[in-house]
């Protein structure tokens, strides 16, 4: 599985972001979906996740009640939905599919990677 994460920039708190990430792949629904990010000089960190059909996900409490996950596997897409957008919340944002169905806030658990897209919120 390839993935391609987009749709990074500049926001001012407050605002709102919605990242893409395009899995190549025509195994891409079988595959449990993360969201990880990273700051500068801190560890890569758990976001969210969905289960292959979407029933099922995940969210770091940092993030609860402000960013969805959600999937659309006919298109092989899995979005994240970033509302009320807080200086912290900057970081490169990645990707990433598991094979296991089961939650993972690790990211060494995950075994197929996005290459980043920035997010950057001004205060």
């Known amino acids: 599985v390839q993935l391609q994460a987009s749709g990074g920039g500049l926001v001012q708190a407050g605002g709102s972001l919605r990242l893409s990430c395009a899995a190549s792949?025509?195994?891409?629904?079988?595959?449990?979906m993360g969201w990880f990010r990273q700051a500068p000089g801190m560890e890569r960190e758990f976001v969210a996740d969905?289960?292959?059909?979407?029933?099922?996900?995940y969210y770091a409490d940092s993030v609860k009640g402000r960013f969805t996950i959600s999937r659309d596997n006919a298109k092989n897409l899995v979005y994240l939905e970033m509302d009320n957008l807080k200086p912290e919340d900057t970081a490169v944002y990645y990707c990433?599919?598991?094979?296991?169905?089961?939650?993972?806030?690790?990211?060494?658990?995950?075994?197929?990677w996005g290459q980043g897209t920035q997010v950057t919120v001004s205060s």
């Open positions: 990433a599919a598991k094979a296991s169905p089961f939650s993972s806030r690790w990211a060494s658990t995950y075994d197929y």
């Open positions: 969905i289960s292959w059909n979407g029933g099922t996900t």
């Open positions: 792949g025509r195994t891409f629904s079988s595959y449990r």
